[in-house]
Structure formats: structure tokens, C-alpha cells
């Protein structure tokens, strides 16, 4: 096997959704390989999200230089929550680093959170690490409304973590396969992991602005169609059934 050949079971996978991000593809990918190689054994896991752009081209082409990436593809287009879903079920590791792909995410703090997991004092059921931007380099129409639905949410779901909306995340796969799937979910992520009785921490990390291509979300992405998913989780929450199951035989 090549020194920088993917083996068997990766220790970690770093999934990352993409939909039209052509320019962003082999940059980002540059510095994942350059972050992790050498600290960790791991995978990069790619979902195209039915792009129309050169996305798909060019990762078939950095995938040939890259022997850690692995590249996947929706037919049509069906959001990012299930561009995510599909990295994860795909992944091999039993820890999952998500990020987003328009190269604002930080990759150098994914090392940030993993250390997480090596404290002797860290919460004994630690089943999510979640990205802080606490200074965000958006525009300002982007800050005020993830404020508002930071707020929002964190009111009506108590899930105690300021920033949902980043895309930097470190995730426990079973856990994550085990949450309920519905569009959008993964702004949720913190409340649906609660649900099912894990621990969550969030960590400050860095956030940059976008360099290349242009930002696929706006202000009702955020608030409206938010409150109609934030109510649905909300039942979610109230309706849950966590027994606690002991072996007797």
C-alpha cells in the first residue's frame, strides 16, 4: 500500500457536500490532504449534489491525484441534507468530520476537534463536536439572519450550541445514522443528537470568506423555511422514547 493510500478503516472520514463549487474542489481538497496527512488515518468522502457546473469533472480529476478521495453523485439535485446523509452512510469511520465546500470552513481545525476526543474528562457520552464561527467574514444580511435563527432556535429547542449553522462538525457515525432524516436536518444536528441522549460541545474555530463562486443561501432560507422544520423538530423532541435497555441473558 502507498504511504498515502487510504487503508481498510479509516479513522476518521471528512464528508463534504458540494453543489456547484468548481472552483473550490481542488483547492479545499489541497488542504484537507495537507491538514490530516500523517496525524490520522482517514478518508475524504465527496457528494455532488447533481452540480451543473464543472464539479463533477473536476473531482473525477483530483481523484486520480488523490487516492484518499472518494467521489460521489446524486443524479438530481436534493439538498444538503441528504448530500450529507449520503457521505455518512457511505463513510468508513466510526467518527465523521463534516464541512462545507465553498472553502470558508477552516480545515486546519479539524485536528482542533478530534483532540477533543482524546481528553480523559471529556462527557462520557460525547457524540457530536460542533464549529463555532464567532467571527463570522460574511456579509451582513448573512450574520444578522443565522443570528435571528440561532436565537430562534435555541429558545424554542434548548440545544444549548450558538452556532447549528456551521459547517464544521465532527459526528459520531452511528449516531448520525440513527437521527431522523428530513430536509434540512442539518441545521438540527445539535437538538436531534440531544434527543437521543448524546453529548454535544461546540468549540470555537476559524471562518473565512468565500473566495470563490457564490453563496447558495439567503435570508428566507434561513428564517422562514427554518421555523416550519424548527416546529417539526420540536414534535420530534417532545415525542421521544429513549429506553434504557439492560442484558439479562
Not at 498515502?4 to 478503516?9: F, G
Not at 471528512?14 to 490520522?40: D, F, M, Q, R, Y
Request: net charge positive; proline share 6%; charged share 30%.
Amino acid at each position: 500500500m502507498r504511504p498515502d493510500q487510504a487503508p481498510s478503516t479509516p479513522e476518521l472520514s471528512v464528508v463534504v457536500p458540494v453543489w456547484n463549487e468548481a472552483g473550490n474542489i481542488e483547492p479545499l481538497i489541497a488542504e484537507i490532504t495537507s491538514v490530516l496527512e500523517g496525524k490520522v488515518n482517514y478518508e475524504i468522502v465527496y457528494v455532488d449534489d447533481g452540480s451543473r457546473d464543472e464539479t463533477p469533472e473536476r473531482l473525477i480529476r483530483a481523484s486520480k491525484e488523490t487516492p484518499r478521495l472518494r467521489v460521489l453523485r446524486h443524479r438530481i439535485r436534493c439538498g444538503q441534507s441528504a448530500a450529507i446523509r449520503t457521505g455518512v452512510k457511505a463513510a468508513r469511520a466510526a467518527w465523521v468530520a463534516t464541512l462545507d465546500g465553498d472553502g470558508q470552513n477552516d480545515p486546519a481545525d479539524i485536528p482542533t476537534l478530534l483532540a477533543i476526543l482524546q481528553q480523559a474528562d471529556r462527557p462520557p457520552r460525547l457524540r457530536m463536536v460542533v464549529g463555532e464561527r464567532r467571527r463570522r467574514k460574511d456579509n451582513w444580511i448573512k450574520r444578522a439572519s443565522s443570528r435571528v435563527a440561532n436565537a430562534v432556535r435555541r429558545a424554542f429547542l434548548e440545544d444549548d450550541t450558538p452556532d447549528t449553522g456551521c459547517g464544521l462538525k465532527l459526528i459520531h457515525r452511528e449516531t448520525f445514522l440513527d437521527l431522523p432524516f428530513f430536509d434540512h436536518m442539518h441545521r438540527f444536528l445539535p437538538a436531534l443528537v440531544l434527543r437521543e441522549r448524546g453529548q454535544v460541545l461546540s468549540v470555537e474555530v476559524h471562518h473565512r470568506p468565500r473566495s470563490r463562486g457564490t453563496s447558495k443561501y439567503g435570508l428566507f432560507d434561513r428564517l422562514w423555511v427554518g421555523l416550519v422544520d424548527l416546529l417539526g423538530v420540536l414534535w420530534l423532541r417532545r415525542r421521544a422514547k429513549q429506553p434504557e435497555v439492560t442484558e439479562i441473558k
